[in-house]
């Protein structure tokens, strides 16, 4: 079943001299389920593509539709909601909030909200994650793994349909960078969520079910990884 569909997007920045295609035309269909990489030089278009796919930045031409709806026919609040409730972020930079304990950080979306923590997910992720021992400390008293594990956790607390994660293992070191995409993988397959990973890493990339190759914008290919 698809679940998201991207049609002729571009994005434009700047005018005249300083004019910027960041993305160039770009269409791709995904099904529910899949896991997919993104891969190219930095520059190529990729976060620039996520950020469209999970309504952060809006497009200068081109349709998105997720569920077979187009994402930017929303008002800004309309899409401020289906942000919070259809799309998990994750970041190389972890954006927890600092006087925030680690199960704050992962029920925030709930919190943001307005609506009441599912308790039994929540207590189901910091057994997956590994962090029920650590679930009062607050992100200073964390390592850089267990702090990336919180974000992950809280892209997921909401079972989202799409989960998009922007080098999330960029600052971390090979043993974490693993378990980080054993996590992802696991919660890809378990809960059905749509995945996608930017990354430079060709050992990750590869674990993917498929490959999209970007470069000045534009999907340059598409290749059918193994996991």
Do not use: C, W
Request: net charge negative; charged share 30%.
């Amino acid at each position: 079943m698809e679940i998201l569909r991207v049609e002729n997007l571009t994005k434009i920045y700047g005018k005249g001299e300083s004019r910027v295609k960041a993305l160039d035309e770009v269409s791709f269909s995904v099904e529910k389920g899949e896991f997919i990489a993104i891969v190219g030089p930095s520059g190529s278009g990729k976060s620039t593509l996520l950020h469209m796919l999970g309504g952060v930045e809006k497009p200068t031409s081109g349709r998105v539709f997720v569920d077979g709806k187009d994402i930017y026919e929303q008002n800004d609040e309309e899409l401020a909601v289906f942000r919070r409730r259809q799309i998990g972020l994750i970041y190389q930079f972890y954006n927890l909030i600092p006087i925030l304990s680690v199960k704050e950080n992962i029920s925030l979306p709930f919190l943001m909200d307005g609506r009441k923590v599912n308790e039994s997910r929540l207590e189901e992720l910091l057994e997956v994650l590994d962090l029920k021992d650590r679930q009062e400390a607050l992100p200073g008293q964390l390592s850089g793994g267990q702090q990336q594990r919180v974000s992950i956790g809280r892209a997921l607390i909401n079972a989202p349909a799409l989960v998009l994660a922007d080098e999330p293992t960029g600052n971390l070191d090979s043993k974490n960078s693993q378990e980080i995409v054993e996590l992802l993988k696991r919660s890809n397959k378990e809960y059905k969520q749509t995945l996608f990973l930017i990354t430079h890493d060709e050992n990750i990339a590869l674990q993917a079910e498929r490959i999209i190759f970007l470069d000045d914008g534009k999907i340059l290919r598409e290749e059918v990884a193994g996991r």
